[in-house]
C-alpha cells in the first residue's frame, strides 16, 4: 500500500519552533518532489514549499521564506519541513504529498498534521 504520513504537528507558543515529518511507504522517495501545503479554517489550500527529487532545488512561499526550511533523507524515506518563528497565521493542517516534479500535480497525499500557534 503506497502511504504518505504526516507527524511532528502539535501545540507551539508564536516564536516557537516544529519540524514535521512526512515518511513513505510501499514506495520510495528517491524518484518524487515533495511538496507541503496546509489549509486554515475557511481558507483555501496553500502550497507552501517542494523540494525535488535530488533535493537540489526548493521554492518555499513568500509568507514562510526565511522561516522555514524543507529538507529531506532519501535514505530514511522521509522529508522534513522545519519551522521557525511561528506565527499564529500559521495555524493550519499540513499536508505533503508527492510529484513528479515541484510543477506537477500531486500524486499522493498524506492524511495531514494539525500545527497550532497560540500563546
Known amino acids: 500500500q503506497l502511504q504518505l504520513v504526516e507527524s511532528g504537528g502539535g501545540l507551539v507558543q508564536p516564536v516557537g519552533s516544529l519540524r514535521l515529518s512526512c515518511a513513505a511507504s510501499?514506495?520510495?522517495?528517491?524518484?518524487?518532489?515533495i511538496g507541503w501545503s496546509r489549509q486554515a479554517p475557511g481558507k483555501e489550500r496553500e502550497g507552501v514549499s517542494c523540494i525535488s527529487s535530488s533535493g537540489g532545488s526548493t521554492n518555499y512561499a513568500d509568507s514562510v521564506k526565511g522561516r522555514f526550511t524543507i529538507s529531506r533523507d532519501n535514505a530514511k524515506n522521509t522529508v522534513y519541513l522545519q519551522m521557525n518563528s511561528l506565527k499564529p497565521e500559521d495555524t493550519a493542517v499540513y499536508y505533503c504529498a508527492s510529484k513528479r516534479t515541484c510543477l506537477s500535480p500531486s500524486d499522493y497525499w498524506g492524511q495531514g498534521t494539525q500545527v497550532t500557534v497560540s500563546s
Open positions: 510501499g514506495f520510495t522517495l528517491d524518484y518524487y518532489a
